[in-house]
Each structure stands twice: as C-alpha cells, then as structure tokens.
C-alpha cells in the first residue's frame, strides 16, 4: 500500500525531464544507458503500484490507453541464446499499432524478457522496445520516447481530488471511484 503519492510521482516528473535531455545526446555511454534503464524500471514499477493502489490514480487515467507499435515474430522460438538478435526475430519492415491501459505496458516492461532502448541517429535516446516471457514468440513492442515522456507526465501530474466509496447493492462488492 502506497501511503503518500507523491513520493513515487515527483521522481516520473524528473524522469521525464532527463528522458527529454537525453534525447539530444550524440551517443550514450554505458553509465547513461544504464541510467535510463533504471529511470525506465523503477519508474514503470512506480506506475504498477500507483495503479494497484485504488485511490492514489484516478479512474479516468487507469482507463486511458495509449498508442504502442509492435513488431510482428518471425523466425525462431525467442530464447537466451538469440533475444540479441531482434532483427532477426522480428519484423521491422511492418510496424503495427495497437491501444494499450498503463497496466499492460507496465507489466510488459518489468517483466521484459527483452528489453533494449531505441537510439536516434544523431546518438540519442528514443524510446524503449520490449516484450515479456508471455509475448516474446508473438510481438516486440516499441514505445516511443514522447509516449514514454507523456506517460510519467500524466502519471506523475495525476492528482486524486475526489474518493466515493460505494457498494453493490447487487453482490455487495464495495469499489471505489477516484476523480
């Protein structure tokens, strides 16, 4: 149970900000992939919790989607011996699109079982690309940066400003609505 949000927002915010600066980068060393890695994973595990936490997101952003490309498998079963070998497992010459809720793309990235950071041409940061052990023969999904800086944005300037309690009255589950 998250007790503040704030304390797991403010750090999606100055995420954002360093995303942003690392797209003008003109290479990224080791120490700066690794950065972003874990600006990316504790920052998507943040997420995850804020989520599953009923009343810290609102219910408008849990249902929000947003846009994810993929690539298609092709080839090979992935596995440890060839998940470095994206362009050969998947298909890059036909991106697809699709909508996705925050826990869906949260969940796919911590549990990445391949996971690399998409490199612009000048040398920077541009987005991320991923799939879990669940999709791994299926799609590799890529997330731009901009959707990657919108999201920990949103994320990170959502604010709770209303909690209804409420019951069933035809099961008796109590939910709550957060605005």
Not at 7 to 35: C, H, M, N, T
Not at 127 to 137: A, C, H, M, P, W
Not at 147 to 169: A, T, W
Request: a negative charge; hydrophobic letters at 35%.
């Amino acid at each position: 149970m998250i007790h503040e949000s704030y304390y797991w927002k403010q750090p999606l915010l100055e995420s954002a900000i360093k995303f942003k600066e690392y797209r003008a980068l003109e290479g990224i060393d080791e120490e700066r992939y690794v950065k972003i890695e874990q600006g990316v994973f504790i920052g998507f595990y943040s997420i995850r919790k804020l989520l599953e936490s009923d009343t810290k997101i609102t219910d408008s952003l849990k249902n929000q989607k947003y846009d994810l490309d993929f690539f298609s498998h092709i080839g090979n079963n992935v596995a440890w011996l060839n998940n470095h070998k994206i362009d050969e497992i998947y298909n890059f010459d036909k991106p697809q699109s699709e909508k996705r809720h925050l826990w869906f793309i949260a969940s796919r990235v911590i549990h990445s079982f391949i996971f690399n950071l998409c490199i612009n041409q000048d040398g920077g940061f541009d987005g991320i690309l991923f799939t879990s052990d669940i999709d791994k023969n299926k799609k590799l999904y890529m997330l731009s940066l901009d959707q990657l800086i919108k999201i920990f944005e949103v994320v990170g300037n959502d604010h709770v400003v209303k909690i209804e309690y409420k019951k069933c009255p035809e099961t008796g589950k109590e939910f709550t609505i957060t605005t």
